[in-house]
Every structure is written in C-alpha cells, then in structure tokens.
C-alpha cells in the first residue's frame, strides 16, 4: 500500500515544498543577506522541524485542535504575530557587508520551531496526513513524514541557493534595500490564507 502511493506522495511532497511560501521566501531572504552555507541550519531546521510536525499531526494533534477551536484561533493568532516580526526582521536586515557581525540567520532550533506558526506548513501537514495515512497509523503517519523529509531539504535549498546567487546583484544597498522590503511584503502575503481562521 505504502509502496502504491508513493509516486503520488512524491509529487505532492515536491509541489508543496518547492513552492513559495513563509520557508522559501525567507531562505531566499538568508541566502541574499548571508549566503548559502550560512543558511544551512535553517534548512535543516524546516527539514526536520516539518518532519517531526507531520508525524506529531497525523498521530492525533488534530484532533486536539478540533476539539477545541480556541486553541487553534489561539494558534492562528500567535502564527500572524510572529510572522509580522520575521517580515520586520526581513525588511530590516542589515547589508551583507554589516551582516558578519550585526544580523544572523535563523538558527537550526529557530527554523525547526517555525513550523509551529507557518500556515502553510500547517495545510500540507493537514494535507498529507488525510491524503496519505488516513487511517493514522504511527507506521503510515512516519512513512508520509519521512518521505516529506527527504524530499522537503533539497526543495526548499533551492530558494536559499537562489539567494545567494543574488548576492552579487545586491551589492548596491538600494537594491537589497529593495529586495528585502519585497520579501518582507512577500511574507506577509503569503499568510494571508490564515487570517479568515482569526475572523
């Protein structure tokens, strides 16, 4: 069974991964303002923070949010907050010159507790878990989460090497000025899915 659903499961876990969303537009972000190898553990830490949050989703944390909404609204509410803050941070993060010493990229812990307040890294959560380990099972459930994993990693490296290829661009401050006050408003726009849970 496992087996007959993978192909299915790969595209899924692909599509959703590489496309834009909070992770991407802020690994896109590190990789400008720090570059790639320094983005490495932030990259880890989605890879594996959105492992975990798979597994811990499909084996029954659903289910508390269902049974009571004011903690999800609660979630919903704390997820805009905190992303509000990181698209500040973006648009505000100092030039790669200035960066060695001032600004720092998120830490490995950082990105991995993320994942928490990321909307979409909540819907493909929900998403795969439903599609692909509906009976949730701990074996099902760690299948879907491994395989996102692994496909996960190399998807959202993608974007932070994209980053990093514009560091070259970005070497005029207006520019990356620019760039960062566009990733920023990018941030903020891609949780917007969210808000019609807080109203």
Partial sequence: M?????????????VTSVTPGPNNMMLMSSGANFGFRRTVPHMLGIAIGF??????VGVGLTGVLLAEPRLAKALALVSVLYMLWLAWKIAHAAPPEASETKARPLTFLQAAAFQWVNPKAWAMALSACALYAPDQTARA????AVVFGAVNLPSVS?????G???????????????FNWTMAGLLVLSMLPALPELF
Avoid: S
């Avoid at 496992?2 to 692909?14: E, N, R, S, V, Y």
């Avoid at 459930?141 to 879907?144: M, S």
């Fill in 164 to 178: 990093q290829g514009l560091r070259r661009v970005l070497t005029d401050r207006r520019r990356l000025v620019a």
């Fill in 141 to 144: 459930v760690g299948f879907v």
């Fill in 51 to 56: 492992t975990a949050m798979v597994f811990l």
């Fill in 158 to 162: 993608v974007w932070a090497a994209m």
């Fill in 2 to 14: 496992m087996l007959q659903i993978l192909p299915a499961l790969l595209t899924f876990a692909f």
